[in-house]
T-cell receptor, first 110, second 113 residues
Framework: GNSVTQMEGPVTLSEEAFLTINCTYTATGYPSLFWYVQYPGEGLQLLLKATKADDKGSNKGFEATYRKETTSFHLEKGSVQVSDSAVYFCALSDDYKLSFGAGTTVTVRA | DTGVSQDPRHKITKRGQNVTFRCDPISEHNRLYWYRQTLGQGPEFLTYFQNEAQLEKSRLLSDRFSAERPKGSFSTLEIQRTEQGDSAMYLC???????????FGSGTRLTVV
């Protein structure tokens, strides 16, 4: 079956630091890959997505590249801000159903 | 459009009671999903509707759980004879097609005491 493993948190960073959250997946076929973000007190929001190998998703300064050879979709941001403090979820889908990782809590300190 | 709405936001109930949650999807979305999220975990798929038809139910959805989507609009999720293990955030989402256009609601947090 499909599964997602992402880096355990929590992660604490200073403002303007570089952020990487590792995500690897197991899937039959060729899934689409997603990063979702959950800000405190809010619902899940799609951050970025990639639908095929070598695609790069990007949004709000975050990037992730679909690496089929390493079955990975690591999230990166070059310079984080306090407002990036949130829980980040890696997810995959091969049709309509999403399979999520456990989430990584990121706290950015001023 | 106000997005996906869920009601109530919070529910505290005694063990053994029945509870019902409501989800109002984005009006033009024909697909509706329920997920459950426990503390420290990612959301887990429970069930999926396309219009009024319930097309898939997870093994997580025991006989005490039932979901409906009459007329293909809003949906309800009922839990009968609640147990402490049912305590979780119940998330509803809707989409027009596939997993690309998911919009999640803010969830209903259930606490069973």
């Amino acid at each position: 079956g499909n599964s997602v493993t992402q880096m355990e948190g929590p992660v604490t960073l200073s403002e303007e630091a570089f952020l990487t959250i590792n995500c690897t997946y197991t899937a039959t076929g060729y899934p689409s890959l997603f990063w979702y973000v959950q800000y405190p007190g809010e619902g899940l929001q799609l951050l970025l997505k990639a639908t095929k190998a070598d695609d790069k998703g990007s949004n709000k300064g975050f990037e992730a590249t679909y690496r089929k050879e390493t079955t990975s979709f690591h999230l990166e941001k070059g310079s984080v801000q306090v407002s990036d403090s949130a829980v980040y979820f890696c997810a995959l889908s091969d049709d309509y159903k999403l399979s999520f990782g456990a989430g990584t809590t990121v706290t950015v300190r001023a | 459009d106000t997005g996906v709405s869920q009601d109530p936001r919070h529910k505290i109930t005694k063990r053994g009671q029945n509870v019902t949650f409501r989800c109002d999807p984005i009006s033009e979305h024909n697909r509706l999903y329920w997920y459950r999220q426990t503390l420290g975990q990612g959301p887990e798929f429970l069930t999926y509707f396309q219009n009024e038809a319930q097309l898939e139910k997870s093994r997580l959805l025991s006989d005490r759980f039932s979901a409906e989507r009459p007329k293909g609009s809003f949906s309800t999720l009922e839990i009968q004879r609640t147990e402490q293990g049912d305590s979780a955030m119940y998330l509803c989402a809707s989409s027009g097609q596939g997993a690309y256009g998911y919009t999640f609601g803010s969830g209903t947090r259930l606490t069973v005491v």
